[in-house]
């Protein structure tokens, strides 16, 4: 089975950048959607950004025109580049497969504050 190691998280001021990035141990050729949820403190975890293997993405209206999902699977990554991040964007980001994902990763930590 696949599993994920996401990497890239930290502490941001608001306005700024980070870019997220997820490894995954086996090939995710063959998963058709990959997605990055996230997780706020007391909230439960959402889906913020999708990609299908034919590179189509979606994104959630909180973060369309702010973050930009991509997929490498030459390297079996997926990356989130987050820009003009806002305090609400405080939270564990964690990439799985979409719609039904499977063994969830530690996640990395993105906290933005000033």
């Known amino acids: 089975q696949v599993q994920f190691v996401e990497s890239g998280g930290g502490l941001v001021q608001p306005g700024g950048s980070l870019r997220l990035s997820c490894a995954a141990s086996g090939s995710i050729f063959k998963i058709v959607s990959m997605g990055w949820y996230r997780q706020a403190p007391g909230k439960q975890r959402e889906l913020v950004a999708h990609?299908?293997?034919?590179?189509?993405?979606n994104y959630a209206d909180s973060v369309k025109g702010r973050f930009a999902i991509s997929r490498d699977y030459g390297k079996n990554t997926v990356y989130l580049q987050m820009n003009n991040l806002k305090p609400d964007d405080t939270a564990v980001y964690y990439c799985?497969?979409?719609?039904?994902?499977?063994?969830w990763g530690q996640g990395t930590q993105v906290i933005v504050s000033s």
């Open positions: 990609i299908v293997s034919d590179g189509r993405t």
């Open positions: 799985n497969v979409v719609p039904e994902p499977v063994t």
